[in-house]
């Protein structure tokens, strides 16, 4: 028998989503085409009846969501992929599967906004709405992709983490991440940790489709599997059905946003380089986090004690992991691709202790690491002068 | 004999849901319940078989009351979930049930496209031309000249009418009844569950608390006997004029024909995927 062997390839990171999402056993996908994500959808109609899994273009957004939350109730991993005007459009079924717990993985390659915006232009002007887009409280998680590797290895975490939380996970991509290409050498199916939903192990008179576990998570049934249970968007009680009784009530709200509290060491998740002896950081994401990478290096080439904190997860906002670093350093700054929607956050865990400084683009061109570098210098010299 | 309301109570609604219903005492919805139940009986169908899914309205609490598989979605996406469900377990019965507003309106586009897509799938829209949880707003069946809350002075636009939008739209199976013609209605959705293809049984209701009393039409009982006078069946009606047509309900099957389920057309996709892979 000859071991499988990894091999390279040349991907651009919406063929990497793809992969990664097979990897994760993703088996249904719903979607409608829409720059620059199509190809996600192009490629998954050919993959996914070969893996006996199932592909359907539907007639817009709302029915993609729709048909996906559908999918993962008869028990199968299920997707969707978008880009922002498309996104929006998801917002009311995905606060439908938030209140519900349905695990599903929402891809959104962010473009210029508002409206229809900027169609090929790269932009991270989504961040605040994937995390507050629909309407109530509600837990989610929003995890940002920047290279192509990370487009393999973050799908499949948003499917775990996904199907350990009963939590729809956003992926947030961006134009360059998408269409860019690159040589990666991805891992074999076999290596894949992969994370299944946990199913009920009692007899079915004895489950209660929302009654907590230790973790928070309710194990999950699927349609015809003899669990039958309800499902519905309004406030339900831990047998599913509706309630108004003040208790209960609060009680939903609460576990909801329990379950994702209790994991938020597995949940979020950066990346961290040069951050030890670091005077001053910069916080990016998505492909700006690659520009930052570079002028980092190059800041430290120039002496400067530069360090990047690379987010992956930007919801639930890793507030514990910066914390230190806005004691350690004296400034810390936050590129975007937007008008600071992250830098907002940053603020917000900073409680002054660190300046933080803001860098924005929102011209549908990339932040280059010569403007990062140039940035850092100056915060350097402000801070010696 | 067919089982008693007893029997079938005892059968189907669910024991650990705190009753009572959101409905109103002589509403259409009940019936209609009652009729997909008989029909359920009839064809033998497990539990564990049906998916029972539904949108926002007063329609939409149908679900929560039986003991099935059960879904009550977002307003007007019914169709959509059912076709997520269907889709990932084609071993699944999957009815949607939905008002007017619900299906016509807000969901308009997926139920057009539900017929086109020809899913194996059951739609049940119950249409008592009004929006009756909000409030009593005209929806898209409201007739022309009808008094409603935001119709006041009388409705100005025209009513589609469901089952001829569906017929055009592709669907497999079209079928019409009204709350007044029960038992023709559990026959329709019998047929309708049972044939390949998307199927839509439209049925007649009366919302006399907010359609029926604003419109000087009566109670429930009042409203029932206009769905008795206003019926005419399929084969009546292909014998009339259009204009002795103009205020009557037409009955029974309106389509039902034989087109490629795609449920079934996406096996052959996968066995094509798989071979071409293969290959490989």
């Known amino acids: ?385 | 004999m067919p089982p008693s309301i007893q029997a079938l109570t005892h059968k189907y609604l669910r024991h650990n849901k705190r009753f009572p219903h959101v409905w109103c005492p002589g509403c259409g919805n009940g019936i209609v319940m009652g009729a997909l139940l008989r029909a359920i009986t009839r064809l033998e169908l497990e539990k564990d078989e049906i998916v029972l899914a539904s949108g926002i309205g007063c329609s939409g609490r149908m679900p929560t009351y039986l003991d099935f598989n059960t879904l009550h979605t977002t307003h007007g996406r019914a169709l959509t979930f059912a076709t997520g469900i269907k889709l990932a377990n084609p071993a699944l019965n999957v009815v949607a049930i939905m008002g007017d507003g619900d299906a016509t309106a807000i969901g308009g586009n997926h139920l057009i496209h539900a017929a086109r897509r020809n899913l194996n799938l059951t739609a049940i829209i119950i249409n008592n031309s009004i929006y009756g949880m909000t409030g009593g707003q005209y929806s898209p069946t409201t007739p022309f000249g009808s008094t409603t809350t935001t119709s006041v002075y009388g409705h100005i636009e025209h009513a589609f009418s469901i089952a001829e939008l569906t017929v055009t739209a592709g669907a497999s199976f079209v079928a019409r009844s009204t709350v007044y013609h029960a038992a023709l209605a559990d026959q329709l959705i019998e047929q309708a569950m049972m044939k390949p293809g998307f199927a839509v049984v439209e049925i007649i209701s009366n919302c006399h608390v907010q359609y029926g009393r604003r419109n000087k039409i009566g109670n429930a009982v009042d409203m029932l006997a206009s769905f008795k006078e206003q019926a005419v069946t399929v084969k009546r009606a292909a014998t009339m004029e259009k204009e002795e047509l103009r205020d009557k309900i037409t009955i029974g099957v309106l389509a039902d024909r034989d087109l490629p389920v795609s449920t079934d057309e996406y096996k052959r996709i996968r066995e094509q995927a798989r071979s071409k892979r293969e290959e490989k």
């Open chain 1, 1 to 385: 028998m000859t071991e499988a062997k990894r091999k390279r390839c040349l991907l651009q990171g919406n063929e990497a989503i793809v992969q990664g999402a097979l990897a994760a056993r993703c088996r249904f996908f719903a979607g409608y085409p829409i720059t620059p994500a199509s190809e996600i959808a192009e490629q998954l109609s050919v993959r996914l009846p070969a893996v006996n899994g199932t592909f359907v273009q539907m007639e817009d957004e709302i029915a993609s969501i729709g048909a996906v939350i559908g999918a993962s109730l008869a028990g199968v991993k299920a997707m969707t992929a978008t880009s922002g005007p498309g996104f929006s459009l998801m917002q009311e079924n995905l606060g439908f599967a938030c209140a519900t717990e349905v695990p599903c993985v929402i891809v959104n390659v962010m473009r210029g906004g508002p409206s229809t915006g900027l169609p090929t232009g790269p932009a991270q002007g989504d961040v605040q709405m994937a995390r507050w887009g629909t309407h109530g409280d509600h837990p989610i998680i929003v995890l940002a992709v920047s290279s192509v590797l990370d487009c393999f290895t973050i799908t499949v975490k948003a499917f775990n983490l996904a199907e350990r939380y009963r939590v729809p996970v956003i992926i947030l991509s961006d134009e360059v991440v998408a269409h860019t290409r690159e040589s990666v050498e991805l891992p074999l199916n076999s290596e894949v940790k992969v994370v299944d939903r946990i199913a009920p192990a009692m007899p079915p008179d004895w489950y209660k489709p929302y009654q907590e576990d230790a973790r928070g998570v309710p194990p999950m049934a699927s349609f015809g599997d003899g669990y039958r249970h309800h499902v519905t968007g309004l406030v339900h009680d831990q047998d599913g059905f509706p309630t108004q009784n003040p208790q209960e009530v609060e009680k939903f709200h609460l576990r909801l946003s329990m379950k994702i509290t209790k994991g938020l060491s597995d949940i979020q998740l950066t990346k961290k380089y040069y951050m030890d002896d670091a005077e001053l950081f910069v916080v990016a994401y998505g492909s700006v986090a690659r520009s930052a990478m570079r002028a980092v290096e190059e800041a430290r080439q120039a002496g400067i004690k530069a360090g990047l904190l690379h987010l992956i997860t930007l919801f639930p906002f890793p507030r514990r992991t910066l914390t230190p670093y806005l004691q350690q350093c004296h400034s810390v700054l936050v590129p975007e691709l937007n008008l600071g929607q992250i830098s907002r956050e940053v603020q917000r865990v900073n409680q002054r202790q660190c300046a933080v400084v803001k860098l924005n683009r929102v011209d549908g061109k990339l932040i280059t690491p010569h403007e990062i570098y140039n940035r850092l210098v100056k915060l350097d010299a402000g801070r010696v002068g």
